[in-house]
C-alpha cells in the first residue's frame, strides 16, 4: 500500500529552562518546557465525532451560515482511516515543576539538638499547559515506521497529572 504523508511528529525544537531564586532562607525554584512543532493525529476527537460527542458537532449558538450538518460530521470520521482532518499542531509550554523551599535558621536547629539542616519544601507538578492542541494533553504516545505511522497519536489516554507535595528533609 502506498501512504500519503499528512504530518511529521518531530518537534522543531524543544527547550527547558530552570529558575531558581533565593532570599535569605527562602528558595523559589521552576522548570519550564517548551515543545515548538510536532504534529498530532487526534484519534480521540475522530472518534468522539461519530459518537457525536465531539464539541464542533454542536451547532448551538453558530450563525446560519456557519452550521453544517451532522452528517457532514460524521464524514469527518472517515471509518477510522487517517485523515489529514484530524490532525493537528503539537506545540506547547508546561511549567513542569514549582518548589518554594524554607531552610530553618540554624540558630533554631541548635535548640532541638542533633540535626545540621532542616528543608521544608512544597512541590508542584505539571501546573500549567499553554497549547493550541483541541485534546487533553499535547504529549501523547509517538510511533515509529513499524507501526507505519510516523506522527503521535492521541488515542484518548488521561493526560500528565498534577500533583501536589510536602516535602521535610532532615540532614544529620
Keep these: 500500500p502506498t501512504f500519503e504523508k499528512i504530518g511529521n511528529q518531530n518537534a522543531d525544537f524543544r527547550v527547558g529552562l530552570t ?13 519550564w518546557d517548551w515543545k515548538q512543532g510536532g504534529d498530532i493525529y ?18 448551538a449558538g453558530k450563525p446560519a451560515d456557519q452550521k453544517k450538518t451532522v452528517s457532514y460530521y460524521e464524514s469527518l470520521y472517515d471509518t477510522n482511516n487517517n485523515n489529514g482532518f484530524w490532525v493537528e499542531d503539537g506545540s506547547f509550554v508546561k511549567l513542569r515543576e514549582v518548589s518554594l523551599s524554607y531552610n530553618v535558621p540554624t540558630e533554631w536547629i541548635q535548640n532541638i539538638g542533633f540535626f545540621e539542616d532542616i528543608k521544608v519544601s512544597l512541590i508542584g507538578r505539571n501546573l500549567l499547559t499553554f497549547s ?41
Design 19 to 31: 529558575s531558581t531564586l533565593t532570599y535569605k532562607t527562602l528558595t523559589f525554584y521552576m522548570l
Design 42 to 59: 487526534n484519534r480521540n476527537a475522530q472518534w468522539n465525532t461519530i459518537a457525536k460527542r465531539n464539541v464542533i458537532v454542536d451547532q
Design 132 to 172: 493550541d492542541y483541541k485534546g487533553w494533553d499535547p504529549e501523547v504516545l509517538s510511533y515509529d515506521g513499524s507501526t507505519q505511522q510516523y506522527f503521535s497519536v492521541d488515542y484518548g489516554v488521561y493526560p500528565i497529572q498534577r500533583s501536589y507535595s510536602l516535602s521535610v528533609q532532615f540532614k544529620f
